[in-house]
């Protein structure tokens, strides 16, 4: 009786051993351009913390800036078999390649903060980068209605570049048009460095340049612009909004030498993004997407969170409260 027993309560817990272990977590593949700057270390950690907590694994690469790595490091989580792949794409367009090569292996992917153009991505988990334009342009001409604008923005190969500068334009361009505002400075960058900044603000004071207010397309960039400034004891008497909420670019709001920055909620951003990962994975159509942009080639269904402006009067109020950011980082 007992060896009858174990011959059928033995194949029994292997077929129950094998169905539940046939559900072995969700791998996400997640694509990043560069983890140099402050906020790309903060979403790198969240995406590894969430994934945890969602009882997925993250998978992540670092691309350094390089499109041409960042498609091999694409293929090698192809072949890995990821479920779902996270991009944030070193190039706008270059990035679509990624795009095929994850769907010929039936991979759907993710477009992260930055959108993937002319592709058939699937999903895109962002902020609305025309309104943080518009946030910061709105802010600075609300107090310098009339003078000189420099604008400085990060580089063509990143989609939010060109969102942002949209932003700043649909603010300036009725002062422009009156004649109030001009725009003394107009530029990409390469990257979205410090010294990329520094350089175009010091050879515009260099040669005689004046200027009331610097829009620039983050934090970094707004840190080298301040750097120039200084050389001229400029800073403080010029107006600049920065973006990214960076303990550096709070520290110069407290010291009243940058005016504002836009404080982006990475943390919901990243659980948007993995838990729409984990949800696609498991078949489902993530119900977190709340409306669609079009990149050039079709409708992507999205999720676009609200930012809001840091000033030296709420930052307790946001990314303290918030904990973005924690009162001792800031003394
Ligand atoms: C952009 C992003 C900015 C900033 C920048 C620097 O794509 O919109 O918030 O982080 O990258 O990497």
Known sequence: MKRNYFLFVIPFLFVITLFTGCHSKTKIGILMDNTSLERWKKDRELFEKTAKDLKAEAIIKVADSKPD??????????????????????????????????????????????LIKNSNVDYYVSTDNINIGELQADYLSKISPVGNY???????????????????????????????????????????????????????????????????????????????????????????????????????????????????????LVYATINAAVKIADGKAPSNMNITVFNGKKLVPAILLKSQVVNRQNIKMTVVSEGFITEKELN
């Open 69 to 114: 790595v960042q498609l091999k490091q694409a293929e090698e989580l192809i072949n890995s078999g990821v479920d779902v792949l996270v991009v944030i794409p070193c190039d706008l367009v270059k990035s679509g390649e990624i795009v095929k090569k994850a769907h010929a292996a039936n991979i759907p992917v993710i477009s992260y903060d930055r």
């Open 150 to 268: 420099a604008l400085i923005t990060g580089p063509t190969t990143d989609n939010n570049a060109f969102l942002l500068h949209l932003g700043w334009l649909n603010v300036l361009q009725p002062l422009i048009d009156r004649g109030d505002i001009k725009v003394v400075i107009d530029d990409f960058t390469d990257f979205w460095l410090p010294d990329e900044s520094y350089q175009i603000m010091k050879k515009f004071l260099d040669g005689g340049g004046t200027v009331d207010a610097i829009l620039a397309g983050n934090d970094a960039l707004a840190t080298g612009a301040i750097m120039a400034l200084k050389e001229y004891n400029l800073d403080g008497k010029v107006l600049v909004a920065g973006q990214d909420a960076d303990v550096n670019a709070i520290r110069n709001i407290v010291a009243g030498v940058q005016t504002i920055t836009i404080y982006k909620p990475i943390e919901s």
